[in-house]
């Protein structure tokens, strides 16, 4: 298994551009999640989805939209680049096995996307 | 909503040395607490997990101690050694399971 995996691993965008950063899982996990890790603030939820076709707002949604078409795939979306959204992104995903326990494992975060927005 | 404090923010130990970092959450229906570690410039990683229907979890030199009523959670390290220095996350799920929230992190540093 390949696990969590992020692309691009690195971006630099000017204010105003648009991009979207693509989280793939090949772990048949029901849950995935975006975060953004900024120094001294730990990490924090931007979007999440819990199935298939289903989104929800985290901690941080302004400026970000998301999209679960597909159960293996979430997507982060930036319309309109801002400075503030300088950052690393990390995505997750968890399951749920046994009377809807959700698990976390140890490979559950992808390696990151490195923004810089100018 | 969840709010988990962590501390402390950086902490400073001997090798060979116990270190301990602490965590409160907010929401009583939170039932599962993960600690991560997380290395410089990776990702970060699940090092160990406890439920809220046990107290205390062991693994080799780290423990996680769980107390439901004062709604806190410690992590414990102990004969602390160099690659032990990383940043630390505690983190608490919702009441309703679906995500966690985490602490801001702990920056331990195991001098030799």
């Known amino acids: 298994n390949a696990g969590v995996t992020q692309t691009p691993k690195f971006r630099v965008l000017k204010t105003g551009q648009s991009m979207t950063l693509l989280c793939a899982q090949d772990?048949?996990?029901?849950?995935m999640y975006w975060y953004r890790q900024d120094p001294g603030m730990g990490l924090r939820l931007i979007h999440y989805s819990v199935g298939e076709g289903t989104t929800a707002k985290g901690e941080v949604p302004d400026g970000y939209n998301v999209s679960r078409l597909k159960k293996q795939n979430f997507l982060l979306g930036l319309e309109s680049a801002a400075p503030s959204q300088t950052s690393v992104y990390f995505c997750?995903?968890?399951?749920?096995?046994?009377?809807?326990?959700?698990?976390f494992g140890a490979g559950d975060f992808g390696a990151g996307t490195r923004l810089s927005v100018l | 909503g969840e709010n988990v404090e962590q501390h402390p923010s950086t902490l400073s130990v001997q090798e060979g040395d116990s270190a301990v970092i602490k965590c409160t959450y907010s929401?009583?229906?939170?039932?599962?607490f993960p600690w991560y570690k997380q290395e410089l410039g990776k990702r970060p990683q699940l090092i160990i997990d406890?439920?809220?229907?046990?107290g205390e979890k062991k693994d080799q030199r780290i423990a996680v101690t769980l107390n439901k009523t004062a709604k806190h959670f410690s992590l414990h390290i102990t004969e602390t050694q160099p690659e032990d220095s990383a940043v630390y996350f505690c983190a608490a799920s919702d009441g309703y399971g679906n995500k966690l929230v985490f602490g801001a992190g702990t920056i331990l540093r195991v001098k030799s």
């Open positions: 772990m048949n996990h029901e849950y």
């Open positions: 406890i439920r809220s229907n046990v």
């Open positions: 929401d009583s229906a939170s039932n599962y």
């Open positions: 997750a995903s968890s399951g749920v096995r046994g009377k809807n326990i959700q698990y």
